[in-house]
């Protein structure tokens, strides 16, 4: 079962429009981290924002959590062509050794950015 | 290189058949966990490991499945009897903490057909 839900499911932009895709979920965490996929590859780790944040920035990424409503937004601004891939959210709620890298995935957002 | 390497990059398997998929993590990098994700889904976690230690196995599906990482670096996992509903990619992902929130880095996959 996945924890967390994006919306929207795909996005079509154009290059250098802002995308924005939301992320649900639905039990408490201590941390939730963005990754994005490029077709046929491995997930890449963009950003992490603990449970005591409610906004983080890194280059164009702009990420906010709100833990009242158990969601976030990812936001790039700028969008780029090679930023097509899908994103993730990923939910961490393990706060022992044993269960921290436990990370509940929801099923990505897949951005298209055409030139 | 420096990222995680896992080998084969796919696998073609008839029902029934034994597989063996290995991950190369980061050199130095203490905690490892495998995931499997199904065509248009999330990664779901399988299992963990810190160092040696198996720490974690609540996500493997059943007990066909086995993950092992003897010497603390290389691990692998292997399907026995594989089914078809078995046919997924199967992630790797290495860490260099075994701390909250730590980022993981993530293989390309090894892509199993179970056929």
């Known amino acids: 079962s996945q924890q967390g839900e994006e919306d929207p499911q795909a996005l079509s932009i154009q290059e250098g429009e802002n995308a924005t895709m939301n992320c649900s979920y639905k039990?408490?965490?201590?941390?939730l981290q963005w990754y994005r996929q490029n077709s046929g590859r491995g997930l890449v780790h963009l950003i992490l924002i603990r449970s005591n944040e409610r906004e983080k920035h890194s280059g164009r990424l702009r990420v906010t959590l709100d833990t009242s409503k158990k969601s976030s937004s990812l936001l790039i601004t700028a969008s780029r062509a090679a930023d097509t891939a899908s994103y993730f959210c990923a939910t961490g709620a393990g706060m022992t050794t044993d269960s921290w890298g436990k990370l509940q995935f929801g099923a990505g957002t897949q951005v298209v950015v055409t030139p | 290189g420096a990222g995680v390497s896992q080998s084969p990059r796919y696998k073609v398997a008839k029902r029934g058949q034994d597989v063996a998929l290995r991950c190369d993590p980061i050199s130095g990098h203490v905690s490892l966990f495998w995931y499997q994700q199904a065509l248009g889904q999330g990664p779901e976690f399988l299992t963990y490991?810190?160092?040696?230690?198996?720490?974690?196995k609540s996500g493997l599906p059943s007990d066909r499945f086995f993950a092992e990482r003897p010497e603390g670096s290389v691990s692998t996992l292997k399907i026995q009897r594989t089914q078809q509903e078995d046919s997924a990619v199967y992630l790797c992902?290495?860490?260099?903490?075994?701390?909250?929130?730590?980022?993981?880095?993530f293989g390309n996959g090894t892509r199993l057909t179970v056929t």
């Open positions: 992902a290495s860490s260099r903490g075994s701390g909250l929130g730590s980022p993981l880095h």
């Open positions: 490991f810190q160092n040696e230690a198996q720490l974690d």
């Open positions: 039990t408490s965490i201590n941390n």
